[in-house]
């Protein structure tokens, strides 16, 4: 394997970011697969080119294997796995930036045609991400609510939270949680209803169900903070739903 773990940075070698691992090694094995290939085409000697063709199939294989890992990842933890993706695909560096003079050498090789950011855009992250399905969440909601009629809700609930993950701040996360309430409802007790609200308007502090979130949060709020929670709410949503419930906490003595 090329000594690839040694070559995880060791802050991502910790059982806790094991996601995030992978997702660095999937798109570092496939970037030195092209590396590799092109360095062999780049020595213009057919005994070093067959070499590094060799080692670059290799390469390949070695991309397939994390890439299928975190693939069964995906389904199982979506919001993990697509968080650690985000972060690695904007934090990605080719092994070797503690190399003196990395970024030089880095442009020599990007002008001898053997790795640039075109190939790492292009080659190396798109058809991983599209292999991973990050852009399409055509299917989910309808699986979701096939999943839901069948009486499986832990596995709508599942799907609701892929579709969360997979296109965050998109409308139809916005109307996902808006099942993910109806469900935390029917088969969560009152502390997972209000974490859920709380992570719903941290995303969507102005979305659909806002107002239900706030509103809710105010009234399973402890007594002595409900007053300032419902005049909160009053001053965000003056023409609120539950304005005339908000009046009345207010009025109490
Ligand atoms: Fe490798």
Request: glycine share 8%; proline share 5%.
């Amino acid at each position: 394997m090329s000594g690839l773990w040694k070559r995880v940075p060791m802050r991502w070698s910790s059982a806790a970011n094991t996601l995030r691992g992978l997702a660095y090694v999937t798109f570092q094995e496939l970037a030195t697969r092209f590396a590799h290939r092109n360095t062999g085409k780049y020595s213009q000697d057919p005994v070093a080119d067959r070499i590094m063709l060799r080692i670059s199939q290799d390469e390949n294989l070695h991309a397939l294997f994390y890439r299928d890992i975190l693939g069964a990842a995906i389904k199982i933890q979506p919001s993990n796995a697509v968080r650690a993706i985000t972060a690695e695909v904007l934090a990605f560096d080719m092994p070797g930036t503690n190399i003196p003079g990395y970024l030089r050498k880095a442009m020599q090789m990007a002008r001898a045609g053997i790795f640039d950011l075109r190939i790492h855009h292009d080659d190396v992250l798109w058809p991983i991400l599209r292999h991973w399905g990050i852009f399409e969440l055509e299917g989910l909601d309808a699986e979701a609510e096939a999943a839901w009629q069948a009486g499986d809700y832990a596995g709508a609930e599942a799907r609701f939270r892929q579709i969360v993950a997979l296109s965050p701040g998109s409308r139809a996360a916005d109307l996902s949680y808006g099942d993910l309430f109806t469900l935390a409802r029917q088969r969560s007790g009152p502390e997972q209803e209000k974490a859920l609200w709380r992570e719903y308007l941290a995303a969507f502090p102005r979305g659909r169900y806002a107002d239900d979130a706030r509103a809710g949060l105010c009234r399973r709020g402890e007594p002595d903070e409900r007053p300032a929670c419902w005049q909160q709410y009053l001053t965000d949503f003056p023409a609120g739903v539950h304005r005339s419930q908000a009046s009345r906490a207010l009025d109490e003595p």
